[in-house]
């Protein structure tokens, strides 16, 4: 396998069971799986082989239709299509197929403002029911990782694993596809992903993909209901309020973060 020298170094100089150390592990076992993925890829198959995909891609098909559009191979990630900027060409959509299947997501970090840095890990999930935001592991999921990777146990390895791993509300704070990486320095590599000029706009927003959709609705209603005079839960709203303060800049209720001003009274 081929390392580049700084994220060896880097490792090299964290100190053991620090976050540095355990996040610069993380992402040399990304990189491993994903050279795995491209060298198995690279044989090519005996009974189906690249050029058998590349004729059924080449066959003649109604661009318009749902299924119109061909990946560049038949296993793949649909936001790691970039063949023409990766080191590996179509093998590399592979590699990050790969890592989608095993960890529940591309591992992506926050590189910070020099671009080289390892200050936070997401996962981008390539799963058809979502979410397509980038999201964080919980405590609890980043440490038994790091226990499934380093803990000394005679129990079974498979018994153990957490891989692989589903985003739900509990996984905050959550990033936009395009924000994390045109404004918030968010990849593992810079060629990664292409990413337009503009932000694409978008019409459906889901508490799958924002956790804090849910807590928006939820302190709305319970607006309501105050208003009307019902009983209204103040743990459940004081923890709501809580909540709408883990979400990111690119978040759609982050303009509304802080616009619950009823709840003032209600929460003397």
């Known amino acids: 396998m081929i390392f580049h020298l700084p994220l060896l170094c880097a490792f090299e100089e964290a100190t053991m069971d620090s976050q540095p150390f355990y996040l610069r592990l993380f992402e040399l076992l990304a990189v491993s799986i994903h050279q795995i993925a491209v060298y198995l890829y690279q044989q ?70 020099s671009e080289t840095e390892c200050n936070e890990l997401y996962l981008h999930s390539g799963r058809r029911a979502g979410p397509f935001t980038l999201f964080p592991l919980t405590m609890e999921q980043f440490e038994r990782l790091v226990d499934f ?22 996984n905050r704070w959550r990033w936009h596809t395009w924000d994390a990486m045109a404004r918030y320095h968010i990849f593992r590599d810079k060629y990664e992903r292409s990413v337009k000029p503009d932000k694409p706009t978008g019409c459906v927003k889901s508490a799958v ?47 509304n973060r802080n616009a619950h001003s009823w709840t003032k009274d209600l929460l003397e």
């Open 44 to 113: 090519d198959g005996a009974n189906h082989t690249h050029q058998d995909y590349q004729r059924w891609i080449d066959s003649p098909r109604d661009s318009s239709k749902w299924d119109g559009y061909r990946h560049p191979t038949a296993f793949c990630h649909t936001f790691y299509i970039a063949v023409e900027r990766y080191p590996n060409g179509d093998a590399d959509t592979v590699g990050y197929w790969a890592e989608a299947k095993i960890f529940g997501g591309v591992f992506v970090f926050d590189r910070g403002e």
């Open 149 to 170: 990777l380093l803990g000394e146990t005679e129990e079974p390895a498979a018994s153990r694993s957490p891989l692989p791993f589903t985003a739900t509300s509990e």
């Open 209 to 255: 993909d924002w956790p804090e959709i849910a807590d928006e609705l939820y302190l709305i209603g319970a607006m309501h209901d105050y208003w009307d005079g019902q009983r209204v839960d103040k743990n459940k709203v004081r923890a709501a309020l809580e909540r709408l303060q883990q979400i990111t800049p690119s978040s759609p209720v982050w303009p």
